[in-house]
């Protein structure tokens, strides 16, 4: 009797176990978009239930359900879909593009995402794809002609690193000045400029260039006090809210993104300038105690004829010259300013990492630049490091961080009056052979300048001191102008959700970079006479924002 009622209860449990297993389906799929291209990350959950999976870079996924649940099929960018299983093992799901109802979530003060439609002020959204096309170095110059109601400026330095400026609604303060505060990530940003304010010197630039755009995921500008009034008075001019690209959680995976661009510059839109008249104030030729003909260093262009009759050239009263003491024909150099200046060289190189996990997710990025100015012996270099990464510690407890690096070298040109070539198109002779001053130094040391008068009796360059102007490869060449910044910047924050619409945040935020100038000015030209190299070191300044 015991034995039948042991038989009777196994045979009962097996069917039991029978009937579980029934209940549960080990269902694959596929997900693609519109165009049949597989999509990755994409989060397939089972509804009313925590249990979830997300589709590898074919698109794939595997999951088990219970035959009767619905599964809900959400991606970022797409319109999510719910699928009753209906017992089948295998499903194909097609998203559609919900780029409508992404475009109206916009990322306002403090990161908080709102609804567009829901805002009572100005914003704008630029995607990080529209900021990277010409491979800008300045990030507020890539938001040229892209941000409505925004006006930005550069300086002639510009493509060497030099000034970037921009105005959200024209000018909005007396003294003309009030740019917007940067932010990103949550992070408020120095944009300082420590350049010249007089106009003349050397064009640092601003530091908010140590943003680099190859990490921006999107900007959302915000426009006015209202729109950022959660930063107080730095925000007063409107804010420009920078958000970086992350790596994605789901199924173990690993990129890498490698990216290179190379672009030339030159000069151009130059002044028409004539060439019918050389040096000096009238048409009458100079004359030495000798009788021969000579021009003087002037720095204007309204004398006799350059019809090639020989005359005495500046470089003739070097005895160091081979030319020492011999006519040359006076006549014009119509390319003697455009002559002067290089072929500008770009190049910009990236390296990305990111990966992730169901409950992590990290991201890392280098990238180097390096400008080759059109003014001779001028460049930049610029390295960036970025890692960023988040953990879901528990299921209500996540970690993150956001780290970035920025080192900054420069070799810049002087700009402003009397700075370096600058004046030339006013304050030049039309018959100067650029060329021929481009050697400009002498086996003895002795610098050779257009800009000086020779003693008319003894023929000889006594007084070699510029009146107003330097050679030009002199200032290019002894002249230097060196600079260097380290920055970092970023966050290390906590985050626990209380409720599903309730969460907790702390962050550590920090800012800070060293930037160190230095002068150089050597012997020989106008500032200095004498044998040797002075130097201005303004030595070092550290900054925190």
Same mark, same amino acid.
Request: glycine content about 12%; overall charge positive.
């Given at each position: 009797?015991?034995?039948?009622?042991?038989?009777?209860?196994?045979?009962?449990?097996?069917?039991?176990?029978?009937?579980?297993?029934?209940?549960?389906?080990?269902?694959?799929?596929?997900?693609?978009?519109? *165009?049949?291209?597989?999509?990755?990350?994409?989060?397939?959950?089972?509804?009313?239930?925590?249990?979830?999976?997300?589709?590898?870079?074919?698109?794939?996924?595997?999951?088990?359900?219970?035959?009767?649940?619905?599964?809900?099929?959400?991606?970022?960018?797409?319109?999510?879909?719910?699928?009753?299983?209906?017992?089948?093992?295998?499903?194909?799901?097609?998203?559609?593009?919900?780029?409508?109802?992404?475009?109206?979530?916009?990322?306002?003060?403090?990161?908080?995402?709102?609804?567009?439609?829901?805002?009572?002020?100005?914003?704008?959204?630029?995607?990080?794809?529209?900021?990277?096309?010409?491979?800008?170095?300045?990030?507020?110059?890539?938001?040229?002609?892209?941000?409505?109601?925004?006006?930005?400026?550069?300086?002639?330095?510009?493509?060497?690193?030099?000034?970037?400026?921009?105005?959200?609604?024209?000018?909005?303060?007396?003294?003309?000045?009030?740019?917007?505060?940067?932010?990103?990530?949550?992070?408020?940003?120095?944009?300082?400029?420590?350049?010249?304010?007089?106009?003349?010197?050397?064009?640092?630039?601003?530091?908010?260039?140590?943003?680099?755009?190859?990490?921006?995921?999107?900007? *959302?500008?915000?426009?006015?006090?209202?729109?950022?009034?959660?930063?107080?008075?730095?925000?007063?001019?409107?804010?420009?809210?920078?958000?970086?690209?992350?790596?994605?959680?789901?199924?173990?995976?690993?990129?890498?993104?490698?990216?290179?661009?190379?672009?030339?510059?030159?000069?151009?839109?130059?002044?028409?300038?004539?060439?019918?008249?050389?040096?000096?104030?009238?048409?009458?030729?100079?004359?030495?105690?000798?009788?021969?003909?000579?021009?003087?260093?002037?720095?204007?262009?309204?004398?006799?004829?350059?019809?090639?009759?020989?005359?005495?050239?500046?470089?003739?009263?070097?005895?160091?010259?081979?030319?020492?003491?011999?006519?040359?024909?006076?006549?014009?150099?119509?390319?003697?300013?455009?002559?002067?200046?290089?072929?500008?060289?770009?190049?910009?190189?990236?390296?990305?990492?990111?990966?992730?996990?169901?409950?992590?997710?990290?991201?890392?990025?280098?990238?180097?630049?390096?400008?080759?100015?059109?003014?001779?012996?001028?460049?930049?270099?610029?390295?960036?490091?970025?890692?960023?990464?988040?953990?879901?510690?528990?299921?209500?407890?996540?970690?993150?961080?956001?780290?970035?690096?920025?080192?900054?070298?420069?070799?810049?040109?002087?700009?402003?009056?009397?700075?370096?070539?600058?004046?030339?198109?006013?304050?030049?002779?039309?018959?100067?052979?650029?060329?021929?001053?481009?050697?400009?130094?002498?086996?003895?040391?002795?610098?050779? *300048?257009?800009?000086?008068?020779?003693?008319?009796?003894?023929?000889?360059?006594?007084?070699?001191?510029?009146?107003?102007?330097?050679?030009?490869?002199?200032?290019?060449?002894? *002249?230097?102008?060196?600079?260097?910044?380290?920055?970092?910047?970023?966050?290390?924050?906590?985050?626990?959700?209380?409720?599903?619409?309730?969460?907790?945040?702390?962050?550590?935020?920090?800012?800070?970079?060293?930037?160190?100038?230095?002068?150089?000015?050597?012997?020989?030209?106008?500032?200095?006479?004498?044998?040797?190299?002075?130097?201005?070191?303004?030595?070092?300044?550290?900054?925190?924002?």
């Amino acid at each position: 009797m015991k034995n039948h009622l042991l038989t009777a209860l196994c045979v009962m449990a097996s069917a039991g176990l029978q009937v579980v297993n029934a209940q549960q389906v080990s269902i694959a799929g596929k997900v693609t978009d519109q *165009n049949g291209a597989p999509l990755s990350g994409v989060t397939i959950a089972i509804k009313g239930t925590s249990n979830a999976a997300s589709t590898n870079s074919s698109g794939l996924f595997t999951l088990n359900a219970d035959q009767n649940s619905t599964l809900v099929v959400s991606a970022v960018g797409y319109v999510s879909q719910e699928i009753p299983v209906k017992g089948r093992k295998t499903i194909s799901v097609t998203l559609a593009s919900g780029e409508k109802d992404i475009e109206e979530v916009v990322v306002t003060a403090l990161g908080i995402q709102r609804s567009q439609k829901s805002l009572g002020y100005s914003t704008q959204k630029i995607g990080g794809d529209d900021l990277t096309f010409t491979k800008e170095n300045n990030v507020l110059g890539s938001l040229a002609g892209k941000v409505a109601g925004a006006q930005v400026t550069g300086s002639s330095g510009a493509n060497l690193g030099g000034t970037q400026k921009i105005k959200l609604r024209g000018i909005n303060s007396v003294t003309g000045g009030g740019q917007p505060l940067m932010v990103i990530d949550g992070t408020p940003i120095s944009n300082a400029n420590f350049s010249s304010s007089t106009g003349n010197g050397v064009d640092l630039g601003n530091v908010g260039q140590d943003v680099n755009p190859e990490d921006i995921e999107s900007i *959302n500008i915000l426009k006015g006090p209202t729109a950022s009034a959660l930063y107080g008075i730095r925000g007063q001019y409107g804010v420009i809210m920078i958000t970086t690209k992350k790596g994605k959680k789901g199924p173990k995976s690993i990129a890498i993104d490698l990216n290179s661009a190379t672009s030339f510059e030159q000069v151009g839109n130059f002044m028409p300038l004539q060439n019918t008249y050389g040096v000096g104030n009238n048409q009458t030729f100079l004359k030495l105690a000798s009788g021969e003909l000579y021009i003087n260093g002037n720095d204007e262009s309204w004398g006799p004829k350059m019809d090639g009759t020989p005359v005495r050239m500046y470089y003739s009263f070097y005895q160091q010259d081979p030319d020492y003491g011999k006519a040359t024909p006076f006549v014009p150099q119509p390319n003697n300013i455009k002559d002067f200046f290089n072929t500008g060289i770009s190049t910009n190189n990236g390296l990305t990492i990111s990966g992730g996990a169901e409950n992590s997710a990290i991201r890392f990025s280098y990238n180097n630049a390096y400008i080759k100015g059109t003014y001779p012996n001028t460049w930049l270099k610029r390295n960036n490091f970025a890692i960023n990464g988040s953990l879901d510690i528990t299921e209500k407890l996540s970690a993150s961080a956001n780290i970035n690096y920025a080192n900054n070298n420069g070799q810049r040109p002087t700009q402003g009056y009397q700075g370096s070539f600058t004046g030339a198109t006013q304050w030049f002779q039309r018959n100067i052979d650029i060329n021929r001053l481009r050697n400009y130094k002498y086996a003895d040391g002795t610098i050779l *300048n257009w800009n000086v008068n020779p003693n008319t009796t003894s023929e000889l360059m006594v007084n070699n001191t510029p009146s107003d102007w330097n050679n030009p490869f002199f200032d290019a060449y002894e *002249n230097l102008n060196n600079d260097s910044r380290d920055r970092f910047f970023g966050d290390i924050g906590v985050t626990y959700k209380v409720m599903s619409n309730l969460k907790l945040s702390g962050f550590i935020r920090k800012d800070q970079f060293t930037q160190n100038v230095n002068q150089k000015l050597a012997i020989g030209g106008r500032s200095q006479t004498g044998v040797g190299t002075f130097n201005s070191d303004q030595g070092y300044r550290v900054a925190k924002f």
